[in-house]
């Protein structure tokens, strides 16, 4: 479903680093004569929104394609049609690998605006993000303070605990020392998803209940890990995950000086259950969009799913986007 | 320190595995005609408790060495002296390595109370261990129901949770697929620690503030990752970690039938930071020890730490312990 532009002429990031020719590949929804709602993604995701985000993005949906035209792109360092790490390196004619630059998230930002322009889009109706999805629409927003009139961070952060990067540097390190990206993935998945809803779906039920104990899978959590690292191996590259999950590390946006308020409005979703990027991140930029002055309000919703709830089906979380909108 | 009691007729295990000869490593303290405090130590502990846990046992200290004979020995499947699958199997003359049998925490009972028997000791004035070390006095004092007079069993559990276990299988995926015991370690030091643990001692603070962003270690706390994965490469044996980490999952003491109360009093401890075997773990203990009318105490102590409070100067719980025993 998704379309690819190509940037012969490439883009120039925040290092001095040029990349060309950039690809970006991207998808749309509804009609481009309604206001345009964009769409950034997490760290795993691709340009095909309505699939991967089907709860929130559709027909009648709270971000409704018969009403809004719908834009969402792989980002920059992904591995599902725009330009990373798994494209080929036109100097060598190999994959770049571990010789692409390292980019910010700044740098994303460049790269949807460049696919903004070249649909002759120069101003958002909304821009809407969940987790890395969500730094980057708040980077966007503070950088070009009239481009996006309405933000949606939904669990998002500005800053990663020394907890999150512990966690990224795991994952980085299973992948660099040990080619060991299923490992990266079911960390990374524990981190997702809460206690509680991997008690609510597995509690201690063993796959088959009487059987000999051994090493490997035998409680039903086991073997859904095992399936997790499995479908992950199959459709991710694990350059994209180095580089992506450093960008994450090292964003923090209200550390740069001269940050002020953009005309945007904005509206920050956390869940009382997310110990990924659980309430305190949210509150943490809500006090800082406050604290020179632009208008934000923040909701923390109720929700068992963790950090996975910005893609589930969750009410309350629903009406907010939607009234928003 | 620590001396070795070799069984040269070995022991029997709950599966049936006979292992013979069984060596255990053992260290004592203080004076045989005090009253005696037997210490189990953690997954990746040893003998020599005065070492590891000087903060609550020694001369004056919670567990007075000057009053009691404390006895701690290095658990069944360690690696400190004790038989395990780093251990020569007499039968190939190689060591065990997976062919170790697999076995329980009542089985790593049984392997301390062979010990007190060879030193002539009968009855316990108290029995203490901290996670996994509390795991097997909770096992003891079940099924032994006259051998302990007092149980300090300090953020331990009696039911892993579908979480604790999914941490758990990540970690042996990574040893038997990987051969990354470091990702293992790495990780489960995440657990042990807490959030404000880590922003305290590490916050996002970068070894080198100004340099370059690399898709190593750049901040603290990756430097400290990669260190204590260092010297646990150095000091353990995947084979040990991945036996320890399974028998925990599989232990649930009160799923079993006809569970009574043994004579024994309990002082369970939690530490409100602890996030892997947190107060709620600690609240099962105390109900399902009160469901059989055993006598029980529950206190939960406010520590920044994580679970890794048991090893460190928290008055209260020293406290706690030095007036219940």
Known sequence: MAETLTLDEGLTFESGAHVAPLEIAYATYGSPSDPVVYISHALTGDAD???????????????????FFVVCANILGGCKGTTGPSSTNPATGERYGLDFPLFTIRDMVTVHRALLRALGVSKLHAAVGGSLGGMQILQWSLDHPDEIERA?????????????????????????????????????????????????????????PD??????????????????AKIFLERFDPHSYLYLSRVMDYYEPFAEEGVTAPATRFLLVSFDSDWRFGTEHSEYIAAQLSAIEADVVHHEVVSPWGHDSFLMDVPEYHALVRDFL
């Open 49 to 67: 929104a309505a699939d991967w985000w089907g709860t929130l993005i559709g027909p009648g949906k709270p971000i409704d394609t018969d009403r």
């Open 211 to 228: 059987a000999t104990m051994t090493l490997t899978s035998d409680f039903q959590v086991e073997h859904y890990l095992d399936y997790q």
């Open 152 to 208: 949606v961070l939904v669990c998002a952060t500005a800053r990663l605990s020394a907890q999150n990067i512990a966690f990224s540097k795991v994952a980085r390190h299973a992948i660099l020392t040990h080619d060991a990206m299923d490992v990266a993935r079911m960390m990374a998945h524990i981190t997702y998803v809460s206690d509680e809803s991997l008690r609510r779906k597995f509690d201690r039920e063993r796959k088959v």
